[in-house]
Nanobody, 118 residues
Framework: VQLQASGGGLVQPGGSLRLSCAAS????????MGWYRQAPGKQRELVAT???????NYADSVKGRFTISRDNAKNTVDLQMNSLKPEDTAVYYC?????????????WGQGTEVTVSS
């Protein structure tokens, strides 16, 4: 199983970025997909998650600015990030809670860097 993330980069405060992640491999089912981030010197934290049924969960710090979406048929998850702030600077990791055959596990992508700076 592989999670391939893309879309990071450098953006000015107030700008927007869209992150995308695609899961591939011998996947039976994906229960939940999401994004986490880790800023320098800090622990990894949840940004947003979305279930196969479309239920979403957001960190308080990104509510109203970030939107997570998912394409179940393509096994992809996107994160639209608007009104970006310098404190959003971090490495963003794609996550999926999925099953290979009948066993569910957490899988992680390689991370994509987001820098918000003028």
């Amino acid at each position: 199983v592989q999670l391939q993330a893309s879309g990071g980069g450098l953006v000015q405060p107030g700008g927007s970025l869209r992150l995308s992640c695609a899961a591939s491999g011998s996947i039976s089912s994906i229960r939940r997909m999401g994004w986490y981030r880790q800023a320098p010197g800090k622990q990894r934290e949840l940004v947003a998650t979305i279930t196969s049924g479309g239920s979403t969960n957001y960190a308080d710090s990104v509510k109203g600015r970030f939107t997570i979406s998912r394409d179940n048929a393509k096994n992809t998850v996107d994160l639209q990030m608007n009104s970006l702030k310098p404190e959003d600077t971090a490495v963003y990791y794609c996550n999926a809670f999925l099953a290979v055959l009948f066993s569910f596990h957490d899988y992680w992508g390689q991370g994509t860097e987001v820098t918000v700076s003028s």
